[in-house]
């Protein structure tokens, strides 16, 4: 495991930059209502807006039920493979502690009294982030969408989170709370059925100068910012200059 001195943010900024400089457009908050197909080919977006922007070939690199949203002239027998494939949502405690809770990294817990899988304390793989001894821990809660503590309030998911880790940490309780943030993410995890490989849809769709980039394609690795910035760097092949 690693880490980027001074998070992902780091990253991102780098490639803004550079893309800039070498003349490209960003146009970050315009989200799309539609991926446009004539003939066969894509030829554009249609943002919630309502503008039209053309486009030679699109890179779609959202989760696949957003795919399927915004690309509706998708081949019927193309459509129902992705369908086949099923996502796990999360919803992510996210606690600043006074102090850490473990010397570890990541535990992952099978006590059926915990209502997490696991837990990652941060600040140990990186200890600088918090100068004042503090701690960051991560909760992740792996659920089906329509599983109620997706729908939970905030400080209910705190409250669950603090009762799980006192069986690992005796006494904790919200005292020891700097701060929390909980985040919800509907498509967080692929899920692998046996024979998945041959589930895992390619790079190119039927539709021609469309490309996909989605977290299945990461499939047998786990997903990482690396493994993610690979599957761009071959579609930017596919692709090719020009």
């Known amino acids: 495991m690693g880490y980027l001195e001074g998070g992902t943010t780091v990253l991102v900024t780098a490639l803004e930059q550079e893309l800039r400089r070498r003349g490209v457009v960003l146009r970050p908050s315009t989200p799309v209502e539609r991926i446009l197909v004539e003939g066969g080919r894509a030829t554009g977006l249609r943002t919630v807006a309502g503008e039209t922007v053309r486009f030679d070939r699109i890179v779609a690199a959202v989760p696949l039920p957003l795919f399927l949203r915004m690309a509706g002239d998708l081949p019927a027998d193309y459509r129902r493979r992705l369908e086949r494939i099923e996502f796990l949502g999360v919803v992510c405690a996210t606690l600043r502690l006074r102090r850490p809770l473990t010397e570890n990294f990541w535990l992952n817990s099978s006590d059926e009294r915990v209502p997490f899988a696991g837990w ?49 940490a005796p006494g904790l309780d919200q005292s020891a709370v700097v701060d929390w943030a909980v985040s919800r993410d509907p498509y967080a995890q692929v899920v692998c059925p046996t024979g998945f490989a041959d589930q895992v849809p390619a790079h190119t769709t039927p539709v021609a100068g469309l490309y996909l980039i989605e977290s299945s394609q990461l499939y047998p690795s786990d997903r990482t910012i690396s493994g993610t910035l690979d599957l761009a760097a071959k579609v930017a092949d596919l692709i090719g200059p020009g």
């Open 120 to 168: 990652i304390e941060y600040t140990n793989l990186n200890p600088a982030m918090t100068p004042d001894g503090s701690a960051i821990v991560y909760v992740p809660f792996y659920l089906p969408r329509d599983d109620p503590r997706f729908r939970m309030p905030d400080a209910d998911v705190v409250r669950d989170c603090l009762a799980g880790l006192a069986l690992l």
